[in-house]
Structure formats: C-alpha cells, structure tokens
C-alpha cells in the first residue's frame, strides 16, 4: 500500500493508502511475535525483524498522524 500511496490520486487517498500500511505492519508484527512464540524463529532473527517493523510502525504513525492535521 505504501507504493501505491506514491501514485495517489489525492490527498485524502494518499493518507487512506498510508494509514492501511500503518494497519498491515501492526499485522504484520502480530504475526512475527506468533512465529517466534511458536519458535518458528530464533531470538536473533525476531530481535532484528523486531526492531525493523517497530520503526516502520513509528515512520507510518508519524506520517498519518501529519496528513491528520
């Protein structure tokens, strides 16, 4: 969705665009906190996609939360 949100047609629909990608990276750490619970993957690997998809979250948040005001 964040590629898409680049050819956006309008203001409004890039924030739309954005604030799904906000919504699938907190899926998506969802989904590897359950995958490392289940130990699918190691500490190391976990740690590290860990820390990506929490940046990318804050990165996200911060942009839908400028588009807001």
């Known amino acids: 969705m964040i590629r898409e ?5 309008s203001r409004n629909d890039f924030r739309h665009k954005m604030n799904i990608g906000l919504k699938e990276a907190n899926e998506s750490r969802y989904w590897l ?3 490392y ?3 699918y993957l190691d ?5 590290s996609l860990h820390k990506d998809v929490t940046e990318l979250i804050k990165l996200l948040a911060s942009i839908v939360k400028s588009l807001k005001t």
């Open 5 to 9: 949100a680049e050819h956006a047609e």
């Open 33 to 35: 906190e359950l995958c």
């Open 37 to 39: 619970r289940t130990e």
């Open 43 to 47: 500490v190391v690997a976990y740690n």
